[in-house]
């Protein structure tokens, strides 16, 4: 049987731009996605611990170093600057894989510095 399991977290992201007349997806930092292994395009749960909305939607890739967060197009109305987001990723494990598996989760600091990988 295979289960749908954390695959990769940016846990606290903070949003550094909400733009709603741009595609949709959310833009992150090059350097936050290879941290963890997430890449554009890639389905990803956004939770905003702020107000508590939640929402799917792609990556797409922002330039390195910059620290962007941006959520774009209608998911730009649950979330604003300065908001707090859980960025998961998800993938599917046989039963043998689940018991070694363990997600890649970067802990981010308030200008999207990575202070801890897991």
Do not use: W
């Amino acid at each position: 049987m295979l289960r749908f399991v954390l695959r990769a977290k940016l846990h606290k992201a903070t949003v550094t731009e909400a733009d709603l007349t741009y595609e949709g997806s959310l833009t992150v930092d090059q350097d936050l996605l290879d941290a963890v292994g997430m890449v554009e395009h890639e389905q990803v749960q956004c939770a905003n611990v702020m107000n508590g909305e939640r929402f799917t939607t792609y990556l797409f890739s922002g330039p390195r170093g910059s620290g962007v967060v941006c959520v774009n197009g209608a998911a730009a109305r649950l979330a604003a600057p300065g908001d707090k987001l859980i960025v998961m990723t998800y993938g599917l494990a046989s039963d043998d894989e689940i018991g070694s598996f363990r997600p890649r989760v970067a802990f981010l600091d308030g200008k999207n510095r990575i202070l801890r990988l897991s």
